[in-house]
């Protein structure tokens, strides 16, 4: 075998030629960033939308760490793709977003909903089979531990760390909110708040594009009347129709008096899914002090004499869960209900998309709310990488990949972002010039072409 030459050349190239098409969807938050530079001026130095563009810059390649922007000084590629005036250093961009986090926080919303504003294949984007356009709450947890970080707790999980909430709208899992929250706090807790900031940005995105009603999707860990109250406020005249699907918990319920009573009335119908498991389904109507519609309790009661091994039980095991909705019977009978449940289980896939193709399991700030903007600019860089993958990695001239429906944020940064490219300027234009053997070029150059008509 040959041996290489290793030589330095003379002329730019640039592992993430992607970034051009990053660029696009920051053109479109061009008024929201323009705004954000008038509230907050600057004398001198980098502007803070600069600070913004250059951590997204980061975020959509995986990286969170604020060291990782001292590979890109002096790169003209980075600047010119996400319309970067002046590129700040890595103490210039912790310092900042130290000092400015609370400020540079509420103008994260904004870019989110500007962002989703634009996406037009919205129908087949977002909504789920049943026409419905589910919004799935949930919370998650960040291993931080041996760090003292503010707001690191026991989670319930038993590691040392966070446990921030995730609001996705829409089967591919956009997201409108990743608000941090400290590792002991409740899921339940203070939620209220954060669905005065997603609900109506939700409602307002289903009125601008698929003017579908909203499914609210929470586990059991935000059963209580007083979140359903609060959901229920939000259906109004004018604005798309908010109905919501929590998993029930069962707290101090005598499964086995119920199981006996079960059994013992003739007209309670078992299934026998296999040797050894029986299961039986029922309703019951739902009165929630505060709350006029009607609402039903699908309620599921499993019973194992044997396991799935095959082992018999001495004692059978008796399990039950519940699910408290607002969804009619007429639309949803209670199979039906259990299955729009059961795909709130893909909001899992987004969670674990945020701490491993993004890099955040591990926060890089030890200050609570520079962590907070962290995760906000997070859930704004998934959207923009989602959005690009939808769009060029499922047609035909994509790179092979096997069939799906969505793709995973890492395999949007191998595809499209991780390309080799070739920074050219000739003739008062900027070329960026990919390979020969590229096999994502033709995807790549058709989805600049859409975004560049798009966005200019």
Known sequence: ???FIVKQLDYDLTPVAGLALVGHHLNRLAPVFKKLDGALPVRSGVANSDVLRSYLGLLVQGKSDFDAIENFRGDAFFKQALGIKLLPSSPTLRQRM????????????????????????????WCLALRWLALDVDTFTMDNGDTAKDGVGRTYTGVDGYCPLAACLGSHGFCLELALRPGVQHSASETQFNFE??????????????????LARLDSGFDSAALMREIESYNRAGVPQLDCLIK??????????????????????????????????????????????PLRRVLRLTERTIDAQGQLLIEPKLTLDGWSTSLSAQQFDAKAIIALYADHGTHEQFHSEFKTDLDLERLPSGKFDTNYLVCELA????????????????????????????????????????????????GRRVILGLGANDRAAKAFARLHGELFAEYT
Not at 268 to 283: F, M, N, Q, S, Y
């Open 379 to 426: 859930a704004l860089a998934m959207n923009i990488l989602r959005l690009m993958g939808q769009a060029g990695l499922l047609g035909p001239d994509a790179p092979m990949r096997h069939a799906a429906k969505r793709r995973r944020i890492k395999t949007v940064m191998q595809e499209l972002i991780y390309r080799a490219g070739r920074l050219i300027e000739h």
């Open 197 to 214: 900031r997603v609900i109506p940005m939700a409602q307002r995105l289903s009125a601008a594009g698929p003017k579908a009603p909203i």
């Open 248 to 293: 029930w918990n069962p707290r101090s319920s005598d499964v086995a008096a119920l199981a006996e009573r079960l059994d013992a009335d003739t007209t309670t119908i078992w299934e026998h899914p296999r040797a050894g498991k029986r299961v039986t389904l029922w309703e019951q109507a739902l009165h929630i002090e505060g709350i006029e519609r």
């Open 98 to 125: 130290d000092a400015r986090a609370g400020d540079l926080f509420d103008f994260l919303p904004t870019l989110i909903e500007t962002l989703l504003c634009g996406v037009r294949r919205a129908a087949r984007l």
């Open 1 to 3: 075998m040959r041996p």
